[in-house]
């Protein structure tokens, strides 16, 4: 395995709606290391969506390669690429996307009933999904439904679920955009104690002052990397 | 994700709207029901006329008239086809046969000393009844051929008329009045019980000339020999028997071969008829619920439908977190599966407990068919499968970034 977790080399899409095709990328060439906590920004229409899909592997490039973890994903099954975001993956969204139904625990176990290759038993699922609630401070919510937490604490939840099945990557789709600036601090800080402990974490962001807290901030325009920067004036944890 | 846990999710779907879900159910509930109901009925229907047709004697062979063309014409006014004399000319002429008799009953009230018993069904027949049934007398002796001919007022009784009326003495010589004529009793039958829908012991048995005279000759055609049964003497005789029969009343009315003025049928042709017309009717009550089972299966197909669209972020949600199409598949057709499983089961229970309380409350007879309740159940398997299908494929088929996207 070599240092980069994620490389990505002249990376095409192409959204053909009828006689109209639309380039969402023009070819994006990139890297990302191991640990690394890379923001990418840019106005809507940019692609950075298309390309957090492509890089989550809900989506497959037109053209170019992707290879996530030394594996080449860019041409593979709709199956395998179920496996590999089940594995390697761990999303979080604006959203939370949390079933109402289940509690905080039950949500954060839906990705262990996915994954094939480790026999868990229920008992041993529940209690890494507790685990991994109290490594995000909700250990004292573990029965509660979505309706009973507050935004940010959904968010932690959310986050729990990301690190069920200790993914390569994290991907964070504007992970504070629909939280108050206290919350949204809250997370952050929770992302950088990931980071600080070795993982790897891209997020979409349109906001400057959350987009700060990377290490790398990549900013795309028309479907092109316009700047790839590392940010010197990075925001350190729990100050605004 | 193994099946057990797909089974959970899937059942954790379908408690979400537990009213949905059961009114879902519903459909397969009646459908299977019916299946079972239905076939429960017809052959509850085929078993009676079965009985019925037994009933009449083994090797039967019955002589009836041929309908009148009707209306204004040459069959107008003319002697009615078959006649007493018939009968006797048969038993004399034929051979191979046990039996030769005529029935006509008329519900008349028989009283002895204080008793009456209402509406007893009093049968006019001949010397021949209880060779042609197989039934015989107990005490006594049955009717005569004179007593047909001398038109005596003797009555020969069931068991149980004779229980009712006389107690433990002994019927035979007391007399009895039926509607207001005194008759007397020269005979008592051995007990036979009830067989189709006819109960041998409690009737009575008349000469078939004292019916005509007494109880139905106000009646325009009231001494029409309505059927003459005659009893071969065994099934290889039947045709030998049919065509003596036919060849002698030929000659007795002076009819023409082509168009004879009655009809020969035998209990296997009444059993042919019968059978192709419980089968047609068979057949429609399997359509009937077989269509009902469909409608439950459309009904299954269309809230999975709704399901799906309610649930595409959840499925889009899914993908993300690892599901493969197959395991979405599997999701919501295991849901399905469950709804019309569920309504299998409860659709049997509703079947048979519908079968036996229609039996019960003696509206209808009906017999479960064994088989139908494995067929109907996997019926509704098949159904919520083929039903099923199609919904949880759409579901399979989302595009994960159009279904996370979707409100």
Redesign the interface.
């Known amino acids: 395995m070599g240092e980069n977790l994620i490389e990505i080399t002249d990376l095409a899409k192409v959204y053909s709606t009828g006689e109209i095709a639309v380039q969402a990328l023009r070819g994006i060439s990139a890297a990302v290391r191991r640990g690394e906590f890379v923001a990418v920004m840019g106005p809507s229409g940019s692609g950075k969506s298309t390309l957090m899909?492509i890089l989550?592997c809900?989506?497959r490039p037109t053209s170019g390669t992707y290879v996530l973890d030394g594996e080449d994903v860019s041409r593979l099954s709709?199956?395998r690429l179920?496996?590999v975001?089940?594995?390697k993956i761990g999303?979080v969204?604006q959203s939370y996307?949390l079933?109402p139904?289940?509690t905080a625990a039950r949500n954060v176990m839906?990705?262990l009933?996915?994954?094939?290759h480790q026999r868990l038993t229920d008992g041993e699922c529940y209690e890494r999904a507790v685990t991994a609630l109290e490594s995000v401070g909700l250990g004292e919510r573990v029965h509660h439904k979505p309706n009973e937490l507050s935004g940010g604490q959904q968010q932690r939840v959310a986050i729990a679920?990301a690190l069920i099945?200790s993914p390569s990557i994290i991907l964070a789709d504007e992970p504070t955009g629909n939280l108050d600036t206290q919350s949204s601090e809250e997370i952050m800080d929770l992302v950088h104690q990931l980071h600080d402990r070795g993982s790897t974490i891209v997020m979409v962001t349109h906001e400057p002052g959350i987009a700060d807290h990377a290490q790398r901030v990549i900013y795309l325009l028309d479907g092109q990397i316009a700047s790839d920067r590392q940010n010197g004036a990075r925001r350190k944890r729990g100050k605004l | 994700m193994n099946l057990w846990r797909t089974f959970r999710v899937a059942w954790e779907g379908l408690t979400l709207n537990k009213v949905r879900s059961f009114l879902t159910t519903l459909g397969v509930i009646i459908g299977v029901g019916a299946v079972i109901v239905m076939m429960a009925v017809s052959a509850g229907a085929e078993a009676e006329i079965a009985d019925q047709i037994n009933s009449l004697g083994a090797n039967l062979i019955l002589v009836m008239p041929a309908f009148s063309r009707g209306g204004f014409g040459p069959g107008m006014g003319r002697p009615p086809s078959l006649s007493y004399d018939d009968i006797g000319a048969v038993a004399q002429n034929v051979t191979g046969i046990n039996g030769v008799s005529a029935e006509q009953s008329t519900n008349q009230n028989v009283k002895a000393g204080g008793t009456t018993l209402e509406d007893v069904s009093v049968v006019g027949t001949t010397a021949g009844f209880p060779d042609v049934r197989d039934y015989r007398v107990a005490e006594g002796r049955f009717l005569t051929d004179e007593d047909n001919e001398r038109t005596y007022k003797v009555v020969v009784l069931g068991h149980d008329v004779a229980q009712e009326l006389f107690g433990g003495q002994s019927a035979v010589g007391q007399s009895v009045k039926i509607a207001s004529t005194k008759f007397t009793v020269v005979g008592v039958m051995e007990e036979k019980g009830v067989i189709g829908n006819t109960d041998y012991d409690a009737r009575a048995y008349i000469p078939l000339t004292v019916v005509f005279s007494k109880f139905t000759r106000a009646r325009f055609g009231g001494d029409d020999v309505r059927t003459i049964y005659v009893s071969a003497e065994s099934r290889e005789m039947m045709d030998g028997v049919m065509s003596q029969v036919s060849n002698l009343l030929l000659r007795r009315h002076d009819a023409d071969p082509a168009s004879p003025d009655f009809n020969l049928i035998t209990q296997d042709s009444i059993i042919e008829a019968q059978a192709s017309t419980t089968e047609t009717f068979r057949n429609l009550l399997a359509w009937v619920a077989g269509v009902s089972l469909v409608v439950g299966g459309i009904g299954i197909m269309n809230i999975m439908l709704v399901s799906v669209t309610e649930r595409t972020r959840e499925i889009g949600l899914r993908q993300a977190l690892g599901a493969r199409p197959r395991d979405v598949l599997l999701q919501f057709l295991l849901e399905a599966m469950v709804l019309s499983l569920i309504g299998g089961v409860a659709g049997v229970l509703a079947g048979v407990g519908g079968s036996y309380a229609f039996n019960e409350l003696g509206t209808m007879r009906t017999e479960i068919v064994s088989a139908s309740i494995p067929l109907a159940f996997g019926a509704a398997a098949a159904v919520g499968i083929f039903f099923g299908y199609y919904p949880a494929s759409r579901a399979a088929q989302l595009d994960p970034i159009e279904a996370l996207r979707r409100e």
């Open positions: 899909n989550g809900l989506d709709k199956d179920a496996g975001r089940n594995r999303f969204f996307n079933l139904r289940l839906l990705p009933l996915y994954n094939g679920r099945n």
